[in-house]
């Protein structure tokens, strides 16, 4: 089945030639006006666009954003016969694939489609994989378990969720599953780093502003508080957050209205606000950094995303998950892992989280000749890999003089704590049966 290709050009000729050299290769649909070609995308589910930088009655950024507002993954190739850096720059920042020059050259143009084609493909295999891991959290550690369990409780209200945790350990995939099994589930989830623009561009962003309300405000923005009405709005790495506009959150916060820069009037939004750190804001607070009021606002709910050492347990899901992912991407066929590597990343320390298990295995899918990942692939200094353990190791004190009793008493009292009274992690850590460990406990009135 041929791939559908929309070509939207004011230049009947034009469309005509491009027609006649794509039409074996794809499906073309073609349009001369905006409101035609938008209609077309929608009805036919198109995900690949040919579009002219300059129409008739629009311009083809602007129908550019519209597509993308329907499909913010369909690909966007930019044709213009006015080529500037300038033009060039504002295409790629606005969401195009590619920008091509008129003439155009039909050899260059039919390998960017191509390679267009292929990124659509793999990008259609990842959202598969992708979509599945969306709806459920991978993991069956007690950790994670905790987790689903206050997300089923809160999922319906719209209180606001603080999730902390270490870099890499998956905090965004948290509050995408908050969403997903929430109410709003069908309404937008938006994402917002606050980390990565300064505190006048931020706001900007998020509140949204007026036409001519300072320089390059060209046009009106409605801001992404807005863009999320109904839905779900996540700010990560809310720590960054400069505390003018903190004031400005809090605000919003309390009274769910939102003010444009430069307007006098406010606009009611229903919005739940999920806020993600990976830093410790009691500790900002104290320092003045954050914003004491604005920390309780945010932290009706606080959950906390578990360092992978916590749960190395759930490795036996999370290997053959991307596993799966990245033979999709490099188009392998690896089976699994041999019990040497996996014994490896069982003690492993794993700084970087699931961020650097991740990584890990693409990096050996992607160098392995065999059917199964070996040990030598990953990378790992052997001796780093017994690190976790190393830090891991926690003592009890016993004294010169405590009898054999009382030192069994102190070890399984301490490891039914370590194991948060689980019998069966408690026994299974002392090398000792069930049926041992309950007798035990009853004997020493546990």
Known sequence: MKNKLLIVDDEPKILRSLNFLLGDSFEVFTSDNSNEALEIFKREGISLVLLDLRLKEDSGLDLMEKILKI???????????????????????????????????????????????????????????????????????????????????????????????????????????????????????????????????????????????????FKDEIGIIRRADKGTLLLDEIGEMDLRLQSKLLRFLQDKEVRQIGDERTYKVDVRIICITNRNLREEVKKGNFREDLYYR?????????????????????????????????????????????????????????????????????????????????????????????????????????????IEKKVIEFALKNNEQNRKRTADSLGIGERTLRYKIKEYDL
């Open 71 to 217: 499909d913010p993954q369909a690909i966007i190739i930019i044709m213009t016969a006015y080529s500037t850096i300038e033009n060039s720059i504002n295409a790629i920042k606005s969401g195009a694939y590619y920008f091509i020059t008129k003439p155009i050259d039909s050899e260059q143009l039919l390998l960017l489609l191509n390679k267009a084609v292929e990124k659509l493909e793999m990008t259609q295999k990842i959202n598969t994989l992708e979509g599945h891991i969306k709806k459920d959290i991978i993991g069956e550690s007690p950790h994670i378990k905790e987790i689903i369990n206050v997300i089923n409780k809160i999922k319906d209200t719209d209180a606001t969720v603080l999730i902390t945790g270490e870099s890499g350990t998956g905090k965004e995939l948290i509050a995408h599953k908050i969403h997903t099994s929430s109410k709003r589930a069908d309404k937008p989830f938006v994402a917002i780093n606050c980390a990565a623009m300064p505190g006048d561009l931020l706001e900007s962003e998020l509140f949204g502003y007026k036409k001519g309300a300072f320089t390059g405000a």
């Open 298 to 406: 945010i932290n009706v709910i606080n959950l906390v995303a578990p360092p992978l050492r916590d749960r190395i347990e759930d490795l036996k899901y999370l290997i053959p998950y991307f596993i799966d992912k990245y033979n999709i991407s490099f188009d392998k066929k690896i089976k699994g892992i041999t019990d040497q590597a996996y014994e490896i990343l069982s003690n492993y320390s794993f700084k970087g989280n699931i961020r650097e298990l991740e990584n890990m295995i693409q990096r050996a899918v992607l160098l392995s000749t065999s059917d199964y990942i070996e040990s030598d692939l990953l990378f790992i200094n052997t001796q780093e890999s017994t690190k976790r353990n190393e830090l891991g190791k926690k003592y009890i004190k016993i004294y010169e003089g405590e009898n054999m009793k009382e």
